[in-house]
Structure formats: structure tokens, C-alpha cells
């Protein structure tokens, strides 16, 4: 592929500070909207994580209770550009671990409430579409992993 | 800066933030609960017994034996919690579908003919389902009384070889 000319050997780098700084923005938005939902209704996120059948019984009230947390602290550090390495690193972890269980859990067929935004088990059953959307979220996630960072960094 | 370019060569520094991210989550999640009105306990009852009770105590559901029976009186409705979809597959002869996910939007048409002291049993399938429990709770609330759960109700009343709809039987 030719390149065009004139833009020659001045790329411009900004756009890859901007492109980390929006997947941080978006990756910390998106954990902390999902961390706030459970929050405010822990008891009905403790059903949804009952309901995956994934857990033993005596650890599904925990997991409702410090897994929105994990979220939210993530969020704000993603955002804050604060801890990067272990922030990023966990949420990839935490990505993986869901889509991971989504999909497991979309193949046996289990007619659950996916429980990934909202706790209402009437708006957001298990389907391909939660399955993609998860996934997808592990596009940005996995590029604030490995991409060469240009800027600083510590966000600013 | 002296760190490396990418993120994922700092694992050193992960290594240590990652727990006390999980740390600090713990903290705020226990502290934050403890302040609750009414804290979720550490450890719930989750036994299958405790989630077919009702906060006055009732029991929600029935035995396929007595469903069976309501069935063969014609004594009670059946309501199929499941998707249109799994609906159209087959389903309890003559049961009506009020699929959970869309129950706002079908309540009315669904049930404009029910009076509120019809006797009602829901079901869906699987073990672990628990559109028919949510239903169940909700046309309780909605001021149906005498509703009752079918746990795992289609994988039963197959079992039990009672009369189903198979497909491209849908009534209208």
C-alpha cells in the first residue's frame, strides 16, 4: 500500500495519546456504570450472580457485594490514569472472566438474566448480543495492554 | 518517564496493585453494606426452599403432582415465562405466554381476561430458571393471589408425560 505523500515521516502522534486516553475514558465509563447499578441493588445482584450457577452458594453474596466495588475502583482508576498497570491488568482480567462465563453460559443454554448493566432480569436476558458485547470490550482493554505508549504515563 | 513503553511490562507493578485494588474493593463493599438499612448478609441462604418462600413466609411452588391435578380439573391457568421463541417450541397444552422479558409490554393483553383470583402456574425450564419465580412474584404483586411456581416446569411436565402443544400449534 502507498502511502500518501507528503505526510511522509510526520505522523502524527497525538492521535495515539488521544486514541490511549479515549480507551481509558470509555473502558473507566463503561466499568463504573456497570459498578453502580449493583451497587444500589445488591440483593437483586446477588440473585443474578446466584442464578449463574457458576459460584458455590456460601460465596454468592460476597461476590454481589465486592464485585460492583472492583468495577467502580477500576473505573475511577482507568479514568484518574492513576495505577495504570495493575488497573488495566485486572480489568483485562475481570473482561476475560466475564466473557469467558457469558459464553459458557450462553452455550448451555442457561435462561438467565445477563445482569452485565442492569440487575432487571427482564431487560437484558443472555443472548449472542451480550456474548459480542462483552467481547468487544475486551478490544480496547487488550490495547491499553499493548500498545507503545508515546505520552507519559500517568494520565494527564 | 522511566517505565516502559507498554503497559504490560509492568507487571511488577501490578503484581502489587492489582490485590490492593481487590483490597480496597472489599473494604468499601463490606463498609458500605454495613451501613445499609438492611445489609445484605455475607453468607445468604440460597437453598431452594428459601427462594420459593415469599417475605410472608408462603410457599410459591407446587408439586408437579398437584399441577398435574389443576391441569386435568382445568382448575388453573398456565403461564410460560419463556421467550415467544421457546414458546412456539412447545409448551404446556393450552398455557398462555408471558414471556419476563417483555412483561411490561404484554401484561395488559396477556391477562385482560384473568380475573385476580385465578388460580395461575408458571413455569420455564430449567432447575436454576427463574423467569417463572420472577413472574410468579410480579403478578403477585400485580394482585393475582393464588399464583404458583412449577420449578423446572417444562422439563418436568415433559418428563411426566403430560399433554403438551408442540410446534406450529400456537394458539392465537
Known amino acids: ?156 | 518517564m522511566m517505565e516502559p513503553l507498554r503497559l504490560i511490562h509492568n507487571w511488577r507493578q501490578a503484581l502489587w496493585q492489582i490485590p490492593v485494588v481487590i483490597i480496597v474493593a472489599v473494604i468499601l463493599a463490606l463498609s458500605i453494606n454495613g451501613f445499609r438499612q438492611t445489609p445484605l448478609p455475607l453468607v445468604g441462604d440460597w437453598s431452594a426452599a428459601a427462594r420459593m418462600t415469599t417475605v410472608s413466609g408462603e410457599y410459591l411452588d407446587i408439586s408437579i403432582g398437584d399441577a398435574a391435578r389443576l391441569f386435568r380439573e382445568k382448575a388453573a391457568v398456565f403461564m410460560d415465562a419463556r421467550s415467544a421463541a421457546d414458546y412456539s417450541k412447545g409448551h404446556i397444552q393450552g398455557a398462555l405466554n408471558l414471556p419476563w422479558q417483555e412483561v411490561d409490554q404484554l401484561f395488559l393483553t396477556v391477562m385482560a381476561e384473568l380475573p385476580p383470583d385465578t388460580p395461575i402456574v408458571t413455569y420455564c425450564d430449567g432447575e436454576t430458571c427463574s423467569l417463572s419465580h420472577d413472574l410468579a412474584i410480579f403478578l403477585r404483586d400485580m394482585g393475582y393471589v393464588n399464583v404458583k411456581v412449577l420449578v423446572n416446569g417444562w422439563t418436568v411436565w415433559k418428563e411426566a408425560d403430560l399433554p403438551v402443544d408442540e410446534k406450529n400449534m400456537v394458539p392465537g
Open chain 1, 1 to 156: 500500500m502507498k502511502r500518501t505523500e507528503g505526510m511522509g515521516n510526520k505522523r502524527v502522534r497525538p492521535s495515539k495519546a488521544g486514541l490511549f486516553l479515549a480507551g481509558r475514558l470509555f473502558l473507566g465509563g463503561i466499568l463504573i456504570y456497570a459498578g453502580i447499578g449493583k451497587i444500589t441493588a445488591s440483593s437483586l445482584f446477588a440473585e443474578v450472580v446466584y442464578n449463574y450457577q457458576i459460584l458455590p452458594n456460601a460465596l454468592v453474596n460476597l461476590t454481589a457485594l465486592v464485585l460492583p466495588w472492583i468495577e467502580m475502583v477500576l473505573g475511577i482508576l482507568l479514568i484518574g490514569g492513576i495505577w495504570l498497570p495493575g488497573a488495566v491488568l485486572l480489568t483485562n482480567i475481570l473482561l476475560l472472566t466475564f466473557s469467558g462465563i457469558l459464553v459458557f453460559n450462553f452455550s448451555r443454554g442457561l435462561n438467565i438474566s445477563c445482569g452485565c448493566f442492569s440487575n432487571e432480569p427482564s431487560t437484558d436476558p443472555i443472548s449472542l448480543w451480550t456474548v459480542m458485547r462483552d467481547v468487544s470490550f475486551l478490544i480496547p482493554a487488550f490495547y491499553l495492554l499493548f500498545a507503545k505508549r508515546t505520552e507519559t504515563s500517568s494520565g494527564e
